[in-house]
């Protein structure tokens, strides 16, 4: 058993799993260190293995037809839901496992925007069983919230942001590899989360941008990244981006580049995406309309492509990077099938 913040969990995905709905699990699959996944449910997929389904690489991680399967052949302290839809909304078939869950006593969280927390008949049932609803999205209190103050121009060390070009497009991921590629090489990296599966996959300085109240976005930005200058004084800062400058219904990074003050962009694209997540009819903008927009909104240089090779064969992914460097001028890199190496090679030089 690995070591983790807050023990065992099973996933619930159920026909989101491998698909971009099903983020916040493949980001649990892939790393985290607040849980030890010990399974996903998901009916499309069970009886394989996740990170197979994923990445085609075997992890360990049982995928499993329902909750009732799940329970009998492995025990979690929690329940996860690990479903990102658009608008963040629960699925109706979704309530009928976190009762179940709640009942043998697991500890249940949710990053979605229909808080758990507001169901008095869940709340009732969790404090009869002796367990905990956390609604990761549930903004704080104003009074535990920041105002942006400029004292983000004291931090010192190489400050980058993971924008892109769309939504989920694999920018947590990347910043994560990214992370793990500077920590490997014997370097100090931390990661600022701004959303709800950083947090759950354990960034220690994290804020959750889209449920944030707008006053105090910027503020809550500037102050996950300076603690996490003041108190790790690492080499290395990555910002995970939200959105995209031009995505019509999740345009983030405006205040992460205004607030986070990163020195370079690293940009995530996926070539073969024609259109906006969600939005059939709105294409996709160029990549170098993009890269001229962080440019000119930020005054700083986006210094590599790293790139999302979602419905690509294996063989594509060279040639692909290839085109995206003839045409911006820009190495390109895709980190989750080739590793971290190049960019991280990159970054280092351009340490403080």
């Known amino acids: 058993m690995k070591n983790s913040i807050d023990g065992t969990a099973l996933v619930y995905c159920n026909k989101a799993f491998n698909t971009p709905e099903g983020k916040t699990a493949h980001g649990l699959v892939r790393f985290t260190e607040r849980f030890e996944v010990v399974g996903i449910i998901d009916e499309k997929y069970a009886g394989k293995d996740a990170g197979e389904v994923l990445d085609g690489k075997p992890n360990g991680i049982p995928v499993f037809n329902s909750f009732d399967e799940a329970l009998t052949q492995t025990t979690a302290k929690n329940f996860v839901i690990g479903l990102a839809p658009d608008g963040g909304r629960l699925p109706a078939d979704a309530k009928a496992s976190i ?52 004292k983000i121009e004291e931090v010192d060390c190489l400050n980058i942001a993971i924008l892109g070009t769309d939504s989920a497009i694999g920018k947590r991921t990347t910043a994560w590899i990214v992370v ?14 701004t959303g709800q599966t950083a947090w759950m996959q354990g960034a220690k300085y994290s804020m959750i941008m889209d449920s944030c109240i707008n006053d105090f976005v910027s503020g809550e930005i500037e102050h996950a990244v300076y603690e996490a200058w003041k108190n790790e004084q690492p080499d290395l800062i990555v910002i995970e981006g939200q959105g995209s400058l031009m995505n019509p219904a999740y345009p983030g990074g405006f205040e992460i580049l205004a607030a986070g003050r990163p020195d370079y962009v690293v940009l995530q694209h996926a070539p073969k995406r024609l259109e906006y997540d969600g939005f059939p009819g709105y294409p996709l903008h160029s990549l170098p309309e993009q890269i001229n927009a962080i440019e000119v909104i930020s005054g700083k240089k ?51």
């Open 302 to 352: 986006v210094i590599a492509i790293t790139v999302n090779h979602e419905g690509m064969n294996a063989d594509e992914i060279d040639p692909a990077c290839e085109k995206i460097t003839k045409e911006t001028g820009l190495p390109a890199f895709d980190v989750l099938a080739h590793g971290p190496d190049g960019l991280v090679n990159l970054l280092k030089t351009l340490v403080k």
């Open 180 to 193: 793990h590629g500077f920590r490997n090489a014997g370097l100090k990296a931390e990661m600022v989360g």
């Open 99 to 150: 009762k179940k869950a709640i009942e043998q006593g697991m500890n249940i969280t949710s990053g979605l925007h229909d808080f758990l927390t507001k169901d008095q008949t869940l709340v009732e049932l969790a404090k009869a069983h002796g367990c905990t609803i956390k609604d990761v999205r549930k903004t704080p209190d104003r009074d535990e919230l920041h105002f942006f103050t400029g």
